[in-house]
């Protein structure tokens, strides 16, 4: 089977390829059987949390202090938005991928409206969509987003790339915040880490893009710099590529800056999963920095030894909290 491309996990950004077995095996369990096998949201919350274990180690560890209750609603997000990103990457040509969302769309906005759903994924999302508030538009937007990707190749300005980064990020940086729980203007803040984060992935999967014939960088801002598509296409990387990515990634940075203080505005509870998510980002942002813009032939990532050290860091503080109440008791 054809794959139309590798997809990047909803909630925690790692890049998920089509022919990886433990992703591939979530899909024809979630495609091939939809059926759960025990009749209960028990067994259906506990089928989203194998998910999460199987589709992404870091998110998984990141989740494993929260509590049980916020818990299951981040596996139930992670398991919609992991699902509904691959109807769309697991498609064999882009028609089916678009018909295969438009039926899930509809399916989606049946539930919402309080139909019966049927779909093991549908009815976990669905009951944290209830318990924890999540507005009806950041679903249907995010399912959105993944169908307009499927046909748009090229995104002329910068207005119509951060579109992109809000409906198929920044949307589930929403649906994050609501699960976690947040006070005052916490919203605004967290959607423009979901921009960073987007952002972020599309200077460093530049390369990779292309190869699947995607050009995420803004057209005119290219030609602003004297920088053309034929010259990424032949994967030059001259002093207008540098000065042009210079400016992307002061761009990102500057979303970053703007979303960090909503993160203290974020319940404690839940806090830190969303603070190793931004401190990551971030990171992989110097990476690509530091490799001189070299993302034609090599992917500037954060090495998984500093990934684990930046999810401990961030772990620290729940860990304690819940040591100390133990002792407590």
Same mark, same amino acid.
């Given at each position: ?87 769309? &990457?697991? %498609? ?5 991928? +678009?018909?295969?969302?438009? *039926? ?5 906005? !049946? #539930? ?115 920088? &053309?598509? %034929? ?5 030059? +990387?001259?002093?207008?590529? *540098? ?5 992307? !990634? #002061? ?79």
């Amino acid at each position: 089977m054809r794959q139309l491309n590798s997809t990047r996990c909803g909630c925690c950004g790692e890049r998920l390829r089509a022919d990886d077995p433990p992703h591939r095996d979530i899909i024809l369990k979630t495609l091939i059987d939809m059926r759960p096998k025990l009749n209960s949201l028990d067994a259906l919350y506990t089928q989203a949390a194998e998910a999460v274990r199987t589709g992404s180690q870091a998110f998984s560890l990141a989740t494993r202090c929260f509590p049980v209750d916020l818990r299951r609603a981040a596996h139930a997000v992670y398991w919609f938005c992991y699902y509904t990103r691959r109807l769309a &990457s697991q %498609a064999e040509t882009r028609e089916q991928g +678009r018909a295969d969302l438009d *039926r899930w769309a509809s399916m989606v906005a !049946a #539930g919402l409206r309080g139909e019966l759903a049927r779909h093991p994924v549908l009815d976990v999302f669905l009951d944290t969509v209830d318990h924890r508030a999540i507005p009806h538009d950041l679903p249907m937007e995010m399912i959105e987003g993944v169908r307009t990707d499927l046909d748009r190749m090229r995104y002329a300005s910068f207005s119509q790339l951060r579109t992109h980064c809000h409906q198929v990020t920044g949307t589930v940086s929403l649906m994050m915040t609501h699960v976690v729980g947040f006070r005052g203007p916490a919203l605004e803040y967290m959607a423009d880490l979901g921009v960073a984060i987007e952002l972020t992935a599309v200077l460093r999967d530049v390369g990779e893009q292309l190869a699947h014939g995607r050009i995420y960088l803004p057209l005119e801002e290219m030609e602003s710099f004297g920088y &053309s598509e %034929a010259d990424l296409e032949q994967h030059v +990387r001259n002093e207008a590529f *540098r000065n042009m990515m210079r400016f992307e !990634a #002061g761009r990102a940075r500057g979303y970053y800056q703007n979303a960090e203080p909503g993160l203290q505005l974020l319940d404690q509870r839940g806090r830190f999963a969303m603070k190793t998510a931004f401190d990551i980002y971030r990171k992989t942002l110097r990476h690509i920095e530091a490799s001189d813009f070299d993302v034609f032939h090599r992917r500037p990532a954060v090495p998984a030894v500093e990934r684990a050290w930046i999810t401990a860091r961030s772990m620290a503080g729940p860990i304690t909290r819940s040591l100390w109440r133990a002792m407590s008791a």
